[in-house]
């Protein structure tokens, strides 16, 4: 089966700028995943999408983070606007109903200048 | 509060040796526990998971992990170390009613030829 695709891979922008990324998870999982990965960290979930409703964004700084699942299939998070802090990497995961461990995508390396 | 914690920053091993990566958690009732792989550049790769049964788990590239209820520890560990298993480890868990990751901040591990 194809994995989570991600894109783009890598993107450098300066501070105050928005950004967005895209994620298309493995045909058929209803759970959606963001994470932010910090170098030096282990990733930590900003917001997990149930089909197109989120369960839980407690840790998303929703001040300048937003995310979306309109279709309940692919989905955006966008950073507007962008502060040096959130320089990491972006990792979206899916899983399936009833599976129990999460499917990782390559994720998005973000770059602030 | 779920918590996971792994001790060493990095292992060094020389190839052929066993090796152990370790980790210790904090969750109330029963915990879900993972270990995943991450090569440079690239997403996690699932290695192996326990939730239920056998404290000694077998997962993929010959590693297995071994539950330890009463140390609250989830070790990582190969009889005989690869070059090739060179990577960043990461240690997770959940707790039983939500799939909701916390991870590490994981451990490199570094097999000399």
């Known amino acids: 089966e194809a994995g989570v695709a991600q894109s783009p891979r890598y993107k450098i922008i300066e501070k105050r700028q928005s950004v967005a990324f895209w994620c298309n998870p493995i045909s058929g999982h209803a759970t959606l995943y963001w994470y932010q990965q910090i170098l030096g960290q282990g990733p930590k979930l900003l917001i997990q999408f149930q089909n197109n409703g989120v369960v839980d964004d407690s840790q998303l700084p929703k001040d300048r983070f937003s995310a979306e699942r309109l279709k309940g299939v692919d989905s955006t998070l966008k950073i507007q606007p962008a502060k040096l802090e959130d320089s990491a990497v972006y990792l979206c995961?899916?899983?399936?109903?009833?599976?129990?461990?999460?499917?990782f995508g390559d994720g998005t390396r973000l770059s602030i200048l | 509060a779920q918590s996971v914690a792994q001790p060493e920053d990095q292992v060094n091993v020389a190839e052929g040796n066993p090796l152990t990566v370790k980790c210790t958690y904090s969750v109330s009732g029963n915990p879900y526990l993972f270990w995943y792989v991450q090569y440079p550049n690239r997403g996690l790769q699932f290695l192996l998971k326990y939730i239920t049964g056998d404290n000694l788990v077998k997962g993929s590239y010959g590693f297995e992990a071994e539950f330890n209820k009463s140390q609250t520890s989830f070790h990582l560990k190969k009889p005989s170390a690869l070059v090739s298993d060179s990577a960043l480890y990461f240690c997770?868990?959940?707790?039983?009613?939500?799939?909701?990751?916390?991870f590490g901040t994981g451990t490199r591990l570094q097999v000399f030829p």
């Open positions: 997770a868990v959940s707790a039983l009613s939500t799939d909701k990751l916390i």
């Open positions: 995961a899916s899983s399936s109903a009833g599976t129990e461990f999460q499917h």
